[in-house]
């Protein structure tokens, strides 16, 4: 909005006054609606190294993560480091990491397929990575295979939907076939994960690949987090360039063509960017479903559907999400539940109160 | 820039829609379409786009043969307003107008100051300044019919394609909309637009063109053209063309007025 235009027009309505007003006019602005996200993010950062087994008290934390800036020791014991660094540290980061690439892919998708509905994995993305792990798991491979696999697998098989999607396509729907594609080619692959789990040995790896499944970021190592976050970058940068005319895909294949935009190349762009966001998470955390589907939901509420916002609302919102979720599922019983359960338990009530007062997320 | 139609045959792989059809469009030229639902207006305009592969024949921009241009390119030239339809995520209007802006924005830019500017000029124009911060998906069917000529109108183009743009407006939304085309026309842009309304075409077109069975019935000036023959002979249905003198300024306008539609007296309709 130009300001000379802005001074022309009537003079804008100030919905109420006082402070309730000056909230209200901040979060309508540009930056305003960014500061809840960003709080609660900050906010479960800070949390997550504080709460669990041993609990570091705020005071704790920040003399631990000044002595590990600027190199002075501290005089606390040095389990307090250990606590901190080796063992939520990675923990915290491989939350995070996983949740922003998860929402972050799934808001491109929902734009790209025009579809609130869908979620990162609608192209077979996690159906794929779950196949290459319990392979892994079942070959009895050492982990980083398990990792390796499944990223590749992820990737493999949206590679083989697009393929049939391009096969087929004639001069229906793109995003249509597409997404029947992903259908199919999920449901196959479930069942290759089926027969493993069938074949495999039912004291070790059946559990083991049970709970590949079920999702968590509890045994992630720090050195496995500088390998996801090449391709999740990888991903992230098309998004951040192309951020405003992802918009346009979600006007539909013929109107954004005659608006300018080569769509089969913006297409093939955004799928493969999301893709290895989402197979890149899912290697390290196994399946967590949900995160996909509701968080670009509740940032399109906070910030509306203009991906320029988007974007970083879907980030910094994934990321508090799962750290949220994964805190709780760590701290609420003495045995651990699995991320993936826990956050399909929290998430199916959000989503449907979502559903209930958020209808403008889309309509 | 003149838009050059040759011998061009469309549909879809499997289903021929039309063939053989040929018109030019000059610049400050209105071309109406006219023709009975079904008979391919719609596809004859996606195929000019290019958004259809054409199945014969070709278009030309400035003599470039639409096939051999780049998507970028052809939206430099020619502006598309769509039939309004819902939407899927709530952009406001003056979001949905920028993307209008897309051909002249780099790959990886966002809109500039300047594209806004030609944005809120073009909603100006069209009249929906009011609503500029509404989501789209929320105003109703004529004001998305007005964003999407605004969102054309931001592509800047010396041609425009209209696909029945007066078909969801009020009575004085429609007027404006005509008004509108004049207007673009006076400027030397050139308009195809296709209605249902021979009126329009008698208020606003200096060439009509008849497209039935996907083919070119009649051609030519809207007085020559639309006539009660070519009406009955197109839509099976009786119609009496007169012309009329407007009170205001004595301008000669034809009319058409249906027959066919018997006026039942109110006592008869009791029974």
Redesign the interface.
């Known amino acids: ?2 300001d000379a ?1 802005q001074s022309a ?1 009537p003079a804008p309505v100030v919905p109420s006054a006082g402070i309730v007003g000056v909230i209200t006019a901040l979060s309508e602005r540009r930056y305003g609606a960014f500061v809840l996200p960003t709080l609660l993010l900050v906010l479960m950062f800070l949390l997550s190294f504080a709460i669990g087994r041993y609990p570091v008290s705020p005071g704790e934390l920040i003399e631990v993560f000044i002595a590990q800036l600027t190199g002075i020791a501290h005089d606390l014991p040095p389990v307090v480091d250990t606590v901190v660094f080796q063992i939520r540290m990675p923990r915290v980061v491989a939350a995070m990491l996983v949740g922003a690439a998860l929402a972050a892919s799934g808001a491109t998708y929902q ?1 790209l397929f ?3 509905l869908v979620s990162p994995d609608i192209l077979g993305v996690s159906s794929g990575a779950g196949l290459g792990a319990a392979l892994a798991i079942f070959l009895s491979l050492p982990v980083i295979f398990i990792q390796g696999l499944s990223f590749i697998f992820g990737l493999a098989a949206v590679f083989l939907v697009y393929g049939m999607a391009q096969l087929v396509r ?2 229906s729907d793109p995003t249509l076939v597409l997404v029947l594609s992903g259908v199919v080619t999920s449901t196959l692959l479930m069942a290759g994960i089926s027969l493993i789990k069938y074949i495999a040995d039912p004291y070790d790896q059946l559990p083991a690949i049970e709970y590949w499944l079920l999702g968590s970021v509890a045994s992630v190592k720090l050195t496995d987090l500088g390998t996801v976050l090449i391709p999740i970058t990888l991903g992230l940068v098309p998004l951040v ?5 992802i ?2 895909m ?2 539909g294949d ?2 954004a ?6 769509t089969s190349r913006l297409r093939i762009l955004l799928i493969a960017a999301g893709t290895a966001m989402t197979a890149a998470a899912v290697s390290i955390s196994g399946v967590i479903g949900f995160v996909g589907l509701i968080v670009p939901h509740m940032a ?1 509420l906070m910030v ?3 991906f ?1 916002r988007l974007l970083p609302a879907t980030l910094l919102l994934g990321a508090g999400y799962v750290l949220a979720v994964d805190n709780v599922a760590r701290t609420l019983a003495q045995v651990e539940i699995p991320l993936g359960v826990l956050n399909a338990f929290i998430g199916a009530p959000v989503f449907l109160w979502l559903l209930t007062r958020g209808r ?4 | 820039m003149k838009l050059e139609v040759r011998d061009l045959s469309f549909g ?2 499997g289903k021929a829609v039309g063939r053989g059809v040929s018109f030019d469009l000059n610049p400050g030229e209105v071309v109406a379409l006219l023709g009975p639902n079904g008979g391919g207006k719609t596809t004859l305009f ?1 195929t000019i ?4 592969k054409s199945q014969g024949g070709d278009a030309f921009l400035d003599g470039n043969s639409i096939r051999s241009m ?3 390119e ?3 030239g020619i502006g ?1 307003v ?1 039939q309004a339809y819902a939407g ?5 209007v ?2 949905t107008v920028l ?2 802006r ?2 002249h ?1 780099g ?5 500039s ?1 300047s594209d ?2 030609v944005a ?1 000029e073009m909603i100006e124009f069209m009249g929906i ?1 009011d609503i500029r911060e509404q ?1 789209y ?2 105003i109703s069917g004529g004001q998305r019919q007005l964003a999407l000529i605004a ?1 054309a109108l931001a ?1 800047e183009t010396k041609i425009m394609v209209m696909d029945e743009p007066t078909a969801s407006l009020d009575f004085g939304n429609q007027v404006r909309v005509l008004d509108c085309i004049t207007t673009l026309a006076s400027r030397g842009i050139g308009v195809i637009l296709s209605t249902h309304d021979p009126d329009h075409a008698f208020l606003c077109g200096n060439r009509v063109v008849i497209l039935k069975d996907g083919r070119v019935a009649h051609i030519g000036t809207p007085e020559e053209v639309i006539t009660s023959e070519m009406l009955r002979h197109v839509y099976g249905v009786d119609i009496e063309v007169r012309a009329l003198e407007t009170m205001r300024n004595g301008r000669q306008i034809h009319v058409c007025i249906p027959l066919e539609v018997e006026q039942h007296s109110v006592g008869s309709r009791t029974h």
């Open positions: 909005m130009s235009r027009a734009g025009r579809n609130p004639g001069q360039l192309l951020r405003w005319r918009n346009l979600s006007l013929e109107e063509r005659a608006l300018g935009i080569n399109r509306g559907p203009n320029s403008r997320a889309w309509q | 879809y792989p996606k786009l290019g958004l259809l780049k998507r970028r052809i939206a430099r598309f769509p899927y995520f709530p952009f406001t003056m979001d993307m209008g897309t051909a924005i790959m990886f830019a966002s809109p100051r806004r500017v809120e300044w989501p998906t929320h969102r592509q």
